[in-house]
């Protein structure tokens, strides 16, 4: 008898899930066939799913939690010039397999509304593509923002975005991603690609970026200016994870400025090459990397630029500690310059057949450099001091 009464309780919770996964799906919407969107999310309770397909000629607002909106079969909505979608405070939302176009921004959350894209491609908005601001959150995997007339992807006042999965912002007539005031990004398993825009990835404004783990690469290539500013207080940290900054065409691979900090630790990695001025420049900020005892040493790598394979100016720090390497070889000017008071400490790093002095010191800078490093031609004036190293002291001839 019990064992009736148990499997009658097992039917009644399956006849409830199934009551209430039934309860969770809204009407689906078909745009080609006069339905709308805006309608469904009218009517919509929280924690339902919308499916969508068509064209979908509509603005929207989200202000209910837990909704989904799926696209089908190539779902578009599309703006006319006005902003597509905004998320106004509404929690646990999702848009997925979704064409967000033509609108003035594609997609905005604000308000502190928490907001998950999966498969979604953002294009050809006349402002930027997407914004989150105002203590928000936002989650992307597998997600392209292309063609917009400011920015591909903004994140603004304390908000957050993670990117994980492929991430594409190309083509865009400002930034392919910026962020500031005290905003962060994390990219976790990811492969983000950021290029063909004016400028590549702007940090600002005492906001942070994060490389989560060995998985992820970030890629900043072939932008007009520099591929990657770290700039006004602000942090790059990463933890693992790979770095590439080339063929940007007129200015820097990576640079930092304004008090900012470039922090690479357990293997974490910057490729700099083929950039057209500095592979990575600093000014009066910091580049530190090193490893825990038994973690793999950070590295960066220089090749093809320009200018410079690295740049420190106005008393900025290359700072490198344990089993961490640089190597700045085949660069047009100096494997590595230090300026103005700005201080070098290397380890088991390599400056090479570079077509300039492989390292220049100058005006008050700094030098800590042991028997580890393999130093091709050095330049130095008399402001400057070396010690790790008898066989190197300045001024040189």
């Not at 200016?225 to 691979?253: D, P, Q, Y």
């Not at 592979?279 to 900020?285: A, N, T, V, Y």
């Amino acid at each position: 008898m019990t064992q009736y009464h148990f499997a009658g309780g097992i039917l009644m919770g399956g006849l409830c899930l199934f009551l209430h996964a039934a309860a969770a799906a809204a009407p689906p919407v078909d745009c080609d066939k006069g339905k709308t969107i805006a309608k469904a999310l009218e009517q919509a309770k929280p924690g339902e799913t919308i499916d969508v397909q068509g064209t979908c000629r509509e603005t929207l607002t989200i202000r209910t939690d837990g909704v989904a909106l799926v696209g089908r079969g190539g779902a578009v909505i599309d703006g006319g010039r006005q902003t597509v979608v905004t998320v106004a405070g509404a929690q646990r939302v999702t848009l997925q397999g979704l064409t967000i176009r033509n609108g003035h921004l594609g997609l905005v959350a604000t308000g502190g509304a928490n907001v998950t894209l999966h498969n979604i491609t953002i294009q050809n908005n006349v402002n930027s593509g997407l914004r989150v601001e105002g203590q928000s959150s936002l989650e992307l995997t597998d997600c392209v923002s292309q063609g917009n007339t400011l920015n591909g992807v903004e994140v603004d006042r304390a908000s957050e975005v993670k990117i994980s999965g492929s991430f594409l912002s190309q083509n865009n007539q400002l930034f392919g991603l910026v962020l500031n005031n005290a905003s962060s990004v994390t990219f976790a398993q990811a492969t983000a690609t950021v290029q063909h825009n004016t400028l590549g990835i702007q940090i600002g404004a005492n906001s942070s970026a994060f490389l989560a783990d060995a998985a992820t690469t970030v890629t900043a290539s072939n932008n007009l200016a520099t591929g990657l500013t770290v700039v006004s207080g602000s942090t790059l940290f990463a933890f693992e994870g790979k770095i590439v900054a080339e063929n940007n065409r007129f200015n820097h691979g990576v640079s930092a400025n304004s008090h900012s900090n470039i922090d690479l630790d357990r293997g974490g990695t910057i490729i700099a090459r083929n950039n057209g001025q500095d592979g990575i420049q600093l000014e009066d900020s910091l580049l530190n990397l090193f490893n825990m005892p038994g973690l793999p040493g950070s590295r960066v790598e220089a090749s093809g630029n320009r200018r410079h394979g690295l740049s420190a100016f106005l008393e900025s720090r290359i700072d490198l500690s344990g089993d961490s390497v640089v190597t700045s070889q085949n660069n047009d000017n100096a494997g590595l310059l230090a300026d103005n008071g700005s201080f070098v400490r290397l380890v088991n790093s390599t400056l090479t057949s570079n077509r300039g002095r492989d390292l220049v010191l100058s005006f008050g800078s700094r030098a800590d450099l042991n028997t580890t490093n393999a130093i091709g031609t050095v330049s130095c004036d008399d402001t400057v001091l070396i010690r790790g190293n008898a066989s190197l002291s300045c001024p040189t001839p």
